[in-house]
C-alpha cells in the first residue's frame, strides 16, 4: 500500500503548479486525504485535507483563496491545485490518507506518501 506524489518543481512566483498522489494497494475512497508541507528549517504542517466524497474541504489560513484540493476516487488519487505562488510556499508537499477527520489534522494519518519538492523562486 502506497501513495505516489508527483507534480512538483520549479516555478516562479506568482505561477501556478498542480500536484497529484496517487493510491495503490487498497482503495482509499473511504478516507480523508490531504497534503501537508515542511520547508526547509521548519516543522511539517498542514496544508489541506478532502473528505471521502469531495463534499467538505479545509485548508490552512494561508492557503486559502490560492490552493484548491479535489480528488477523483476513481483514479485514487487527489490533487492540490496551487496558485498565487510565493517563495514562503517552497517546500517539500507530502500527501496523506487517514480514516478519521481528527487523527488527519492532528498530523498522524495512517498512510504518507513520499513528498514532493516545489521550489517558488522570487
Known amino acids: 500500500v502506497q501513495l505516489q506524489a508527483s507534480g512538483g518543481g520549479l516555478v516562479q512566483a506568482g505561477g501556478s503548479l498542480r500536484l497529484s498522489c496517487a493510491g495503490s494497494g487498497r482503495s482509499f475512497s473511504n478516507h480523508y486525504m490531504g497534503w501537508f508541507r515542511q520547508a526547509p528549517g521548519k516543522e511539517r504542517e498542514f496544508v489541506a485535507v478532502i473528505s471521502w466524497n469531495g463534499g467538505s474541504t479545509r485548508y490552512a489560513d494561508s492557503m486559502k483563496g490560492r490552493f484548491t484540493i479535489s480528488r477523483d476516487n476513481a483514479k485514487n488519487t487527489v490533487y492540490l491545485q496551487m496558485s498565487s505562488l510565493k517563495a514562503e510556499d517552497t517546500a517539500v508537499y507530502y500527501c496523506?490518507?487517514?480514516?478519521?477527520?481528527?487523527?488527519?489534522?492532528?498530523?498522524?494519518?495512517?498512510?504518507w506518501g513520499q513528498g514532493t519538492l516545489v521550489t517558488v523562486s522570487s
Open positions: 496523506a490518507a487517514e480514516l478519521s477527520y481528527s487523527v488527519f489534522i492532528k498530523g498522524s494519518p495512517d498512510y
